[in-house]
């Protein structure tokens, strides 16, 4: 099973930025999707952003625009783009990973606290 380790995540006031990133432990090789998932206080984990290995994205429709996922191949490591930050988007991220005919995996998590 493949590890996910993530970093990036802290304090952002309202309208700020951050960059998480995510850094598998071995090669990724083949068809697979790379994503960001987060979990507020209370609340189901959602899907943020995912990409594929030919990179197609996706995002959710209260992050277009303000985050933008990314992946570098050399380095197996996807990385979130957040801008325009808001309170709302206080929660754990976690990165993600599936390829057919494997476990998927997950990474620890990060905590992203945007203060209004």
């Known amino acids: 099973q493949v590890q996910l380790v993530e970093s990036g995540g802290g304090l952002v006031q309202a309208g700020g930025s951050l960059r998480l990133s995510c850094a598998a432990s071995?090669?990724?090789?083949?068809?697979?999707?790379l994503g960001w998932y987060r979990q507020a206080p209370g609340k189901q984990r959602e899907l943020v952003a995912a990409?594929?290995?030919?990179?197609?994205?996706n995002y959710a429709d209260s992050v277009k625009g303000r985050f933008f996922i990314s992946r570098d191949g050399a380095k197996n490591t996807v990385f979130l783009q957040m801008s325009s930050l808001k309170p709302e988007d206080t929660a754990v991220y976690y990165c993600?990973?599936?390829?057919?005919?494997?476990?998927?995996?997950w990474g620890q998590g990060t905590q992203v606290t945007v203060s209004s």
């Open positions: 993600h990973f599936f390829k057919a005919g494997m476990l998927p995996s």
């Open positions: 071995e090669s990724i090789f083949g068809s697979n999707i």
């Open positions: 990409i594929t290995s030919g990179g197609s994205t």
